[in-house]
């Protein structure tokens, strides 16, 4: 009997050092690769553009309003502004109107709510405007400028009590 357990004892050895060594050859290494890919479509927005009321200038001076806003967006770096006069006439000027009378007006830009203004031309785009922000949120940090010279509105035809109105249009698109 002793002999029995000692070849059992002794198989048993053997078998496990055989599958030590089997499982040791068969472990092998294997790899595979993953391409991760990150893709979106590029967003922009423009946010908290209001209304803008310039009232009673002072006579001999010219007659100025400023609006801040945010333009924000992911996917590009610059962006291009563009603004546009919704006065009813087929022209290349920015044009307060009370529906007989113009006044002339002029835009500026600022990519920023403390830099100075760039002079825009009606339906011309500025490019090269730097994203400041991926999300507008709760803050602002563009703005334009509306000038009324003083020429163009201390005239005999700019009548005391007439409202003088335009709509402006503004796009941003990505670069």
């Known amino acids: 009997m002793q002999k029995n357990v000692v070849r059992t004892l002794f198989s048993a050895i053997a078998a496990g050092t055989l599958f030590s060594i089997s499982a040791a050859s068969m472990a092998d290494s294997a790899s595979a690769s993953s391409d991760i890919t990150l893709s979106f479509t590029p967003t922009i927005e423009i946010t908290r553009v ?68 760039t002079t825009v031309t009606e339906g011309d785009a500025l490019t090269g405007q730097t994203r400041n922000i991926a999300s507008c949120g709760s803050s602002d940090n563009a703005r334009f400028q509306i000038t009324v010279a003083n020429s163009a509105w201390e005239t005999a035809t700019v009548l005391n009590g007439t409202t003088y109105t335009d709509t402006l249009l503004i796009t941003v698109a990505s670069e």
């Open 50 to 117: 209001e209304n803008l009321t310039i009232a009673d200038p002072t006579l001999g001076t010219d007659a100025v309003g400023t609006e801040d806003f945010c333009v924000g967006g992911l996917g590009f770096s610059t962006y291009s502004i563009t603004f546009d006069s919704n006065d009813g006439e087929n022209d290349t000027e920015f044009t307060l109107t009370d529906g007989t009378n113009n006044v002339p007006y002029s835009v500026g830009f600022d990519n920023s709510t403390s830099g100075t203004f």
